[in-house]
């Protein structure tokens, strides 16, 4: 076995929150956390799918508020650490201030792949408070490689502790994967990180793939609860590094547990490869886009893909969630 120890970041209680329109109870959160607690993950993220203050009428309102969120969870922690999801222009430096005072341990400052600059003050900030920080440079399928590096090298020199490439469309294939992280690793000083979504069917893959080429941190949610097709599912990745020898420290057990008994259940439409999931990889649309589109859809009378498709034609990013509904009156207007 690799001596080398990867750190797990679960992303159930956050990037799950898309898949339940944000609606999880304080109960569910905490009995999802106690299990991954149980597990030994080390890491456990929780805020607004959208990251911290992400409620509003485009991003969509949480049933509990995130200061009863985190506070639940960190109560029920006796070895995993406590994480939260932020993006400069939603959530402020005194967000992450705040955050830190109700027991965050890690703060994750994601930014569109090509707007790294604009996490400056947001990194130096929390690396000044102590925190453990970490770039997330999202949509990293939309740039090359060399572009993707130059964006991870600011947010290094800003105070990064480790700087992720997120594959936050499913898009990534695995060759993708590997040159991407390989460059990270040969660029940066800090840790690097992959996060990714299960829109191809490549969540497992990828991740083991980013890990063989040196990747230090990894993310993963129960049964894959996330944003589209989900993220890599943490039970099926654990069951994978355990068969490859990859140190995780990460009992499988409880997770196995946590994802049939739990979170399976709570799923109102599955986590699943479906038709509209595949799409979004293929065309590399943002996966929290897949509840917004097929309720436009449904409401315009227009096939989902079709939005799909004229999404990734116009490279549409997160926090452009207005322009799936202008898309799907464009798609009437031509068919009218």
Do not use: W
């Amino acid at each position: 076995m690799n001596d080398k120890k990867i750190i797990i970041n679960d992303v159930t209680l956050r990037d799950g929150m898309h898949a339940l329109a944000h609606q999880y109870t304080v109960d569910q959160m905490v009995a999802v956390a106690r299990k991954l607690d149980e597990a030994k993950v080390d890491l456990i993220e929780v805020s607004h799918g959208d990251g911290l203050t992400g409620n509003s009428f485009n991003y969509g309102f949480s049933r509990h508020t995130e200061d009863e969120y985190l506070l639940a969870v960190g109560e029920v922690l006796t070895h995993s650490k406590l994480v939260a999801l932020m993006l400069p222009g939603i959530a402020t430096i005194e967000d992450i201030r705040h955050a830190r005072e109700l027991g965050v341990h890690t703060i994750r400052i994601a930014t569109h792949c090509t707007e790294a600059d604009i996490s400056k003050q947001h990194i130096s900030a929390a690396r000044e408070m102590g925190l453990d920080v970490v770039g997330f440079l999202m949509m990293a399928h939309m740039i090359p490689t060399a572009e993707l590096v130059r964006q991870a090298q600011l947010m290094e020199s800003y105070g990064a502790h480790c700087v992720y490439v997120t594959d936050s469309a499913g898009a990534l294939l695995m060759d993708e994967t590997r040159e991407r992280i390989t460059a990270f690793k040969e660029s940066l000083g800090c840790q690097v990180g992959f996060h990714n979504h299960n829109n191809l069917s490549l969540g497992v893959a990828n991740t083991v793939i980013a890990i063989e080429a040196g990747a230090d941190r990894a993310d993963a949610s129960l049964a894959g609860m996330g944003a589209g097709a989900g993220n890599c599912p943490l039970e099926a990745l654990i069951a994978v590094t355990d068969r490859c020898g990859i140190r995780t420290d990460v009992d499988l057990y409880p997770l196995l547990d946590a994802a049939d008994n739990i979170v399976r259940p709570l799923q109102t439409r599955p986590v699943q490869t479906d038709g509209n999931a595949v799409m979004m990889g293929f065309a590399g649309i943002y996966s929290s886009f897949l509840l917004h589109t097929e309720r436009a859809a449904q409401r315009y009378g227009v096939d989902a893909r079709d939005i799909l498709v004229e999404l990734g034609r116009r490279k549409m990013i997160g926090g452009q969630e207005d322009m799936i509904v202008d898309v799907a009156l464009d798609l009437v207007a031509k068919r009218g």
